[in-house]
């Protein structure tokens, strides 16, 4: 009886430990959809203010200074880099990397496909400089607003001229809505 006793033990064994990896992964994967929720949250309550006290010129300025905020801020209070990356993009310390670029020409790949671009995101982990990472994106959608202020065809001339300022190198522009904007990006060491 013992000795079956000890058999089942050590065949549930291996199972119960996977279960532990699996779970810890799914949180991991929970985690990694409220920070980008929260910093989401952060940005555009952010944006729509200004845009409503001052006005889309005056929120080109702010978005300079507070997107960056914010994602400090995100990162530090999660202990994570958290920031957002594009394929067109408004600020070049915002570059994506060879995973992060790579994830996002799949999601212009799922959306040609036809899948809903709100509900785009990809998570794996990865080798890092000798370290495994947990790595999170998530599509961001253009909206027709706010988003098309800034990031649209049409610009205001007043827009323009404040992007011109503040990003001299901008390309990003030109988008409709339904395109995707680029992506909230996360790492996270294991």
């Known amino acids: 009886m013992k000795a ?3 058999a089942a033990l050590i065949c549930t064994l291996p199972f119960s430990t996977t279960l532990s990896a699996d ?6 994967l929970q985690d990694s959809r409220e920070a980008v929720q929260s910093f989401a949250r952060a940005l555009k309550g952010n944006l729509q203010s200004v845009l409503q006290k001052k006005g889309p010129a005056e929120a080109v300025e702010a978005c300079s200074s507070i997107a960056p ?3 400090m801020t995100k990162s530090k209070s999660y202990s994570w880099k958290i920031s957002r990356t594009s394929l067109k993009l408004r600020d070049p310390d915002n570059a994506p990397d060879t ?4 994830v996002m020409e799949q999601f212009e ?6 899948e809903d671009v709100s509900k785009l995101e990809y998570y794996e982990v990865v080798e890092m400089d000798g ?3 947990f790595r999170y994106m998530k599509a961001i959608p253009t909206l027709e607003k706010p988003c098309l202020t800034c990031h649209g065809s049409n610009l205001r001339p007043d827009v323009a001229a ?6 001299p190198n901008d390309k990003a522009r030109g988008y409709k809505a339904g395109d995707i904007r680029g992506a909230f990006t996360i790492i996270q060491p294991l």
């Open 109 to 114: 790949a799922r959306k040609t496909k036809g």
């Open 23 to 28: 779970d810890h992964f799914a949180q991991r």
């Open 69 to 71: 905020l914010i994602a």
């Open 99 to 102: 995973w992060e670029r790579a």
């Open 131 to 133: 370290n495994r990472m």
């Open 162 to 167: 404040a992007l011109d300022k503040h990003f």
């Open 4 to 6: 079956l006793l000890r």
